[in-house]
């Protein structure tokens, strides 16, 4: 079965310091990885994909993530938090192989940006 | 920047009630989905549509669940007979080549009573 894990249900680091939000997945398949964030009451935004193109992914707002095949993870990090980017984070799997398109969705980590 | 629109934002529905919940996607996108979140748990698949047929539906869109593209423009997702559980946030979400660059709606916050 396929299925993706944040390894942090919340994370809370300083403005200004590094952000390192946790993803495992678990698949025979080749996956396409996905970070979307959420900001309170609004929707769904993604910040960066990976397709099986460079493993090294860079988003919006300063964000990248790295896929790790070894690792079967694709941790998202930010070298310098903002206090705008305080949010939900979900990591998020589909794939290609199984001819699906349905995205399996992590729990969530919730970044608190402390001042 | 294109966006999905959905509405309303809020609905309060008694049980039992037929409730229709309304998606404008992205107007060159093909695959069209729903998804739900219950609050304090996982965004969840509920169902994907592609050239005006259901591609693919989760265990949780059972009979109760219908989905529709009325025009060009709508993607509706109607709950015939709501229950208390089937309060959730649910999100539209659209894509052009049905694989990647989903795009999201902000979400319908129904509310069952």
């Known amino acids: 079965a396929q299925s993706v894990t944040q390894l942090d249900s919340h994370v809370s680091v300083s403005e200004g310091t590094p952000v390192l939000l946790r993803c495992n997945y678990s698949?025979?398949?080749?996956?396409?990885l996905f970070w979307y964030v959420q900001h309170p009451n609004k929707g769904l935004q993604l910040l960066l994909k990976?397709?099986?193109?460079?493993?090294l992914v860079k988003g919006i707002n300063g964000f990248e993530a790295e896929f790790k095949k070894s690792e079967t993870s694709f941790h998202l990090t930010k070298p310098s938090a903002h206090m705008s980017d305080a949010a939900e984070y979900f990591c998020?799997?589909?794939?290609?192989?199984?001819?699906?398109?349905?995205?399996?969705f992590g729990s969530g980590t919730r970044l608190q940006v402390q001042p | 920047e294109p966006e999905v629109t959905q509405t309303p934002s809020h609905q309060v529905t008694q049980m039992g009630q037929e409730v229709i919940l309304r998606c404008v996607p992205i107007?060159?996108?093909?695959?069209f989905y729903w998804y739900r979140q219950i609050l304090g748990q996982k965004v969840e698949f509920l169902v994907s549509?592609?050239?005006?047929?259901?591609?693919?539906k989760s265990e949780i869109f059972d009979d109760q669940f219908s989905v529709e593209r009325p025009d060009g423009s709508n993607f509706t997702l109607k709950i015939r007979s709501t229950k208390l559980e089937d309060s959730a946030m649910y999100f539209c979400?659209?894509?052009?080549?049905?694989?990647?660059?989903?795009?999201f709606g902000s979400g319908t916050r129904l509310t069952v009573v």
């Open positions: 549509f592609y050239n005006n047929e259901i591609s693919e």
């Open positions: 979400a659209s894509s052009e080549s049905g694989t990647f660059g989903y795009t």
């Open positions: 698949s025979s398949y080749s996956p396409s």
């Open positions: 990976y397709t099986s193109a460079a493993t």
């Open positions: 107007s060159n996108h093909l695959y």
């Open positions: 998020v799997v589909t794939f290609r192989d199984t001819g699906r398109r349905a995205l399996t």
